[in-house]
């Protein structure tokens, strides 16, 4: 091609400048094929809603569950399973209730994985409010060996209920069991339950 003046015009055909593009186009992707993991992993629903803390990891998720016999105890634990997941959409129990029970059938048969996937399907529910799911994710991933997730976990629960003197003690056993060497956290946890209005009743 030529210009009026009759110089030769040539196309850019470098690939300078659709760099940018395929760097933008990788990265979608990038995002995409992350998102589909996330979705595929959490039942297509958002991430997990309490990731373990940084730099701590499961070894092995499964646990010594009472129930898993390969026998009649698991087989009754697996078909209340069921059974609580065919209540999903009556209205005959919160969700948040359902699914804290399916997690504790799969703590019977010595599923941590599963029992870990429930509970967090319950704290998508309400993890401000309700102490239950974040007091058993405590107990769950103190046995697993999470100790520092477990440790949240247990402060959480006391922070969503701290009128639920159960929780309390849970973590102060915790501390004294897991963590003795952390005398601050110890004494703080004992303090806040002497604080407790429901502890002073019994005082």
Same mark, same amino acid.
């Given at each position: 091609?030529?210009?009026p003046?009759?110089?030769?015009?040539t196309?850019?055909?470098?690939?300078?400048s659709?760099?940018?593009?395929?760097?933008?186009?990788?990265?979608?992707?990038?995002?995409i094929?992350?998102?589909l993991?996330a979705?595929?992993?959490?039942?297509?629903s958002?991430p997990?809603?309490?990731? !373990?803390?940084? #730099?701590? +990891?499961?070894?092995?998720?499964? &646990?010594? $569950?009472?129930?898993?016999d390969?026998? /009649? !105890?698991?087989? #009754?634990? +697996?078909?209340?399973?069921?059974? &609580?997941e $065919?209540?999903?959409?009556?209205?005959? /129990?919160?969700?948040?209730?359902?699914?804290?029970?399916?997690?504790?059938?799969?703590?019977?048969?010595?599923?941590?994985?599963?029992?870990?996937e429930?509970?967090?399907?319950?704290?998508?529910?309400?993890?401000?409010?309700?102490?239950l799911?974040?007091?058993?994710?405590?107990q769950?991933?103190?046995?697993?060996?999470a100790?520092?997730?477990a440790?949240v976990?247990?402060?959480?629960?006391i922070?969503?209920?701290?009128q639920?003197?159960?929780?309390?003690?849970?973590?102060?056993d915790?501390?004294?069991?897991?963590?003795?060497?952390?005398?601050?956290?110890?004494?703080?946890a004992?303090?806040?339950?002497?604080?407790?209005?429901?502890?002073?009743k019994?005082?």
């Amino acid at each position: 091609m030529e210009d009026p003046a009759g110089n030769v015009i040539t196309e850019d055909t470098s690939p300078v400048s659709s760099t940018p593009w395929r760097k933008f186009a990788l990265g979608a992707v990038a995002l995409i094929i992350l998102g589909l993991g996330a979705w595929w992993m959490w039942g297509g629903s958002s991430p997990h809603p309490f990731p !373990l803390q940084p #730099g701590e +990891r499961v070894a092995s998720w499964e &646990l010594e $569950g009472s129930h898993n016999d390969d026998g /009649e !105890l698991e087989a #009754g634990a +697996r078909a209340e399973i069921a059974r &609580l997941e $065919g209540m999903f959409g009556k209205e005959e /129990e919160p969700d948040y209730i359902l699914y804290v029970g399916i997690a504790n059938q799969y703590h019977l048969i010595g599923d941590g994985e599963k029992e870990y996937e429930y509970l967090g399907r319950a704290l998508a529910i309400d993890a401000e409010s309700t102490g239950l799911a974040w007091h058993n994710m405590g107990q769950l991933l103190a046995r697993l060996g999470a100790l520092q997730s477990a440790k949240v976990a247990f402060e959480n629960a006391i922070q969503a209920e701290p009128q639920i003197i159960q929780y309390h003690r849970a973590y102060i056993d915790f501390l004294r069991w897991y963590m003795p060497e952390d005398t601050e956290a110890l004494t703080a946890a004992q303090e806040a339950l002497s604080a407790s209005p429901e502890e002073s009743k019994l005082e």
